[in-house]
Every structure is written in structure tokens, then in C-alpha cells.
């Protein structure tokens, strides 16, 4: 009985091993990656180089192949997707009540409230670098090389892209938001200090 009871033990542990293994494995891992990207966080322009550099390979590629337009048909709306998240705000004063909580200033005199993206920058640069990676890998797949007339799949993205621009740009003028932080009034607490010394000074 015992030894019956030992035996299951050990059968026990030997199935569980490996799970165990390939879950600390899997989460170590997790953790490696999550610790590159928050060291790579304020590298913001290496990491649109290297973002430039993988969708030029991609592009390349596809023009010598001459081929995968649906693939990049995919890819295009998928950018578009990502696009708009990102030039959107987190909260839509379009369906936000105004009397439950903050808004968006539409005065000058209003209180200064710094633009909250739905999809943050480091998302938005992720997402978009991990898109144009994984249609590369498609390429080198015959399965994906869908034969497709491209010009239609072109005009057609074009056309939804216009589109879609026009209502969220109409979105930004309604609302009076700009997503980005470009010509904006900083504070600078150096210039801020000086000024309030000589005020002090008699």
C-alpha cells in the first residue's frame, strides 16, 4: 500500500515537473522582456528608428517579392486601428456627462489638463513594431501570398483611411483637443523662480 502510495507520489511530481518548469520558464521570460521594455520606455527616438528600419524591411521585401498585398492590406488597417487610439482621447467627451467628472478645456481661462491618450505612446510603438514583425514572418510563408488585384485593396484603404481621419478630425474641432503636445505653453520652474526672486527684491 505504501509503496503503491510512493509510486503515485512520484508520477505525481515527475507530470507536474515539467508544467511547473515551462510556467517559471514562460514567466521568466515575461519578466525579462517587461524589464527590456521599461529600460527602452525613455529611448523615445531608438525606438522609432528601429521601428523605421523593421517596416522598410518589410516594405522592401514585399516590393521584390511582389506579392502578400493581402497580408499588407491587414497590416494597413490594423495600423489604422492603432492610429486612431492613439490620437483619441481616454475619456470621449462625446460620451462622457459633463456633470460626473472632468472635461476637456475649451476656454483659455479653463484649468490646463494634459492630453490623456486612449492607446499611450509606448503601446502605440509596440503595438505598431510587433504588427510590421509579425507580417515579415507571413512573408516567408507561400500560404499567405493570396493572389488579389492590389490597386483595389489600395483605393479601398485610401478611401477608409480619408474616411476616418475626417471624422476624428472633426472629433478634435468639436471638442477642441490637440493630441499632441507640439508649440504647447511648458512651465519651466527655473524661469518660474527668477521671476518670483525679482519680484521679491525691493
Known sequence: MDINS??????????STPTTGFTQLTASASQSFQHFLD????????RWIAFVFIAILYVVRVYLLQGFYV????????????????????????VQDLSDGPTLPTRETDEFRP??????ELKF???????FGVAFVLTFF?????????PILLFYWIVLFTLTMRRQ???MIKYKYVPFSFGKQRYDVKTAVSSESENLLP
Not at 529600460?39 to 531608438?46: A, G, I, Q, R, V
Not at 492630453?115 to 499611450?120: A, D, T
Open 6 to 15: 510512493a509510486g503515485a507520489t512520484a508520477g505525481d511530481a515527475c507530470s
Open 39 to 46: 529600460k527602452m520606455t525613455p529611448h523615445l527616438l531608438y
Open 71 to 94: 497580408v499588407s492590406y491587414g497590416l494597413g488597417i490594423y495600423i489604422l486601428n492603432l492610429l486612431i487610439g492613439f490620437l483619441s482621447p481616454q475619456v470621449d467627451p462625446e
Open 115 to 120: 492630453f490623456v491618450r486612449r492607446l499611450p
Open 125 to 131: 510603438w509596440y503595438s505598431i513594431t510587433k504588427a
Open 142 to 150: 507561400s500560404a499567405f501570398d493570396v493572389p488579389v488585384f492590389w
Open 169 to 171: 478630425i472633426r472629433h
